[in-house]
């Protein structure tokens, strides 16, 4: 699976939308990119994924660069409950028999009131 | 629609002893995947099965194993436990390359 690069915290003021970026140079060309996060000591939530073009469902927004190797999950009107550790994983999805998630450090999105 | 289950939700043994860990998948997922968290760590990938077969471990000694019975619920079995084995272990389903949706783990203490 490729690496994926993600600042290891951002804030966020209650209400505003949060941009997390994520680098994914590697990417290969059966790879989707998946966002999940994890709210203390819970398990993590599925909340999008996509292969290249922008995606948007009842949590969040992606968005993938034209060349795919970055890509911004948004959430468009961050709430106290979106505290949470943000992963960004590459997973093949075709072609292939490796379909593991590989989970980085992510980025602690802290949403402050 | 259930979500995955895992049981139980914490478990406590002593160091040498075995620990056996328990996850049903969302219904009509073939996959599990078994993830362990260490305090204060990220997820490390442990297991991957798929239709009662293992199809990929992680960098784990032999002694954490596990299988997936003919209903796709599977086990997960630590034996000869040490104390660094302590952490959330955490299980997720899918169908083969699709989103994997997690339990809420299980709370592992060796003392």
């Known amino acids: 699976d490729a690496k994926t690069t993600q600042p290891t915290s951002m804030d966020c003021a209650e209400g505003r939308a949060a941009n997390l970026p994520c680098n994914h140079s590697?990417?290969?060309?059966?790879?989707?990119v998946y966002w999940y996060r994890q709210i203390h000591s819970q398990g993590p939530q599925y909340i999008i994924h996509?292969?290249?073009n922008n995606e948007t469902n009842e949590m969040a927004s992606l968005i993938i660069t034209e060349d795919r190797k970055s890509s911004t999950l948004i959430l468009p009107h961050a709430t106290l409950r979106d505290t949470a550790v943000y992963y960004c994983?590459?997973?093949?999805?075709?072609?292939?028999?490796?379909?593991?998630?590989?989970f980085g450090k992510g980025t602690l999105l802290t949403v402050n009131p | 629609e259930a979500g995955v289950t895992q049981s139980p939700t914490h478990l406590i043994k002593t160091r040498g002893q075995q620990a056996t860990l328990r996850c049903s998948p969302i219904?009509?997922?073939?996959?599990v995947y078994w993830y362990q968290q260490a305090l204060g760590l990220g997820l490390q990938f442990l297991l991957w099965?798929?239709?009662?077969?293992?199809?990929n471990r992680g960098n784990f000694p032999p002694r954490f194993s596990g299988r997936q019975f003919p209903n796709y619920s599977s086990e997960l079995n630590v034996n000869a436990l040490e104390l660094e084995d302590s952490a959330l272990y955490l299980c997720?389903?899918?169908?083969?390359?699709?989103?994997?949706?997690f339990g809420q783990g299980t709370r592992l203490t060796v003392v």
């Open positions: 219904s009509g997922h073939t996959s």
């Open positions: 994983i590459v997973r093949v999805v075709s072609g292939g028999s490796n379909y593991k998630l590989t």
């Open positions: 590697t990417i290969s060309g059966n790879e989707y």
């Open positions: 099965y798929d239709e009662g077969e293992e199809r």
């Open positions: 997720a389903s899918s169908l083969v390359a699709t989103e994997a949706f």
């Open positions: 996509g292969l290249k």
